[in-house]
T-cell receptor, first 113, second 111 residues
Framework: DAEITQSPRHKITETGRQVTLACHQT?????MFWYRQDLGHGLRLIHY???????NKGEVSDGYSVSRSNTEDLPLTLESAASSQTSVYFC????????????FGNGTRLTVT | QKEVEQNSGPLSVPEGAIASLNCTYS??????FFWYRQYSGKSPELIMS????GDKEDGRFTAQLNKASQYVSLLIRDSQSSDSATYLC???????????FGAGTRLAVHP
């Protein structure tokens, strides 16, 4: 069965360190997304990609970057982790077409100390 | 004004009752709308999608869309304890291929 896998599931890091969260999907979807979820804010879009070599900023992109070198993977990098980036991060993918729903990974819980 | 707004709840309903969850959105030209259910500590899962004005039914769930009033709702009939979760409304604004989420409404179904 097709799936979307995030790793690690839990991560603790220190302020100022660079951290990369992995996302791998086997749906063969063109569209991939990174969201963060915090109490009271729901899911907020960080970055997204519509295909290889395409990346776009979402509503809360400061301090994050992504790259898309193949269809399957969209790693999220925190260049210099801050305590404000402590959150649960979800990766998602969808087929092309505006009516396509998102398929979510299981999430990564990141704690920045 | 947030793009997608939901009452955070909690919405408490007895078992067997109808739960009504509401969502409003700001972009008048939004074209597709989704409801996701999220259990505590889990990822969101799709329940319903709706694209045209009116009602769409799937089992105990009914999604209602009113584009003129810019709201979308989810009705859950015969509520069960397993329905206790947070329900997220998501909107695809302006035909862009991305979803904007509301903050979610927490539903608690009690005996």
């Amino acid at each position: 069965d097709a799936e979307i896998t995030q790793s690690p599931r839990h991560k603790i890091t220190e302020t100022g360190r660079q951290v990369t969260l992995a996302c791998h999907q086997t749906w063969n979807h063109n569209n991939m997304f990174w969201y963060r979820q915090d109490l009271g804010h729901g899911l907020r879009l960080i970055h997204y990609s519509y295909g290889v070599q395409d990346t776009n900023k979402g509503e809360v992109s400061d301090g994050y970057s992504v790259s898309r070198s193949n269809t399957e993977d969209l790693p999220l990098t925190l260049e210099s982790a801050a305590s404000s980036q402590t959150s649960v991060y979800f990766c998602a993918s969808s087929a092309a077409g505006r009516n396509s729903p998102l398929h979510f990974g299981n999430g990564t819980r990141l704690t920045v100390t | 004004q947030k793009e997608v707004e939901q009452n955070s709840g909690p919405l408490s309903v007895p078992e067997g009752a109808i739960a009504s969850l509401n969502c409003t959105y700001s972009d008048r030209v939004s074209q597709s709308f989704f409801w996701y259910r999220q259990y505590s500590g889990k990822s969101p899962e799709l329940i319903m999608s709706i694209y045209s004005n009116g009602d769409k039914e799937d089992g105990r769930f009914t999604a209602q869309l009113n584009k003129a009033s810019q709201y979308v709702s989810l009705l859950i009939r015969d509520s069960q304890s397993s329905d206790s979760a947070t329900y997220l409304c998501a909107v695809n604004p302006r035909g862009y291929n991305k979803l904007i989420f509301g903050a979610g409404t927490r539903l608690a179904v009690h005996p």
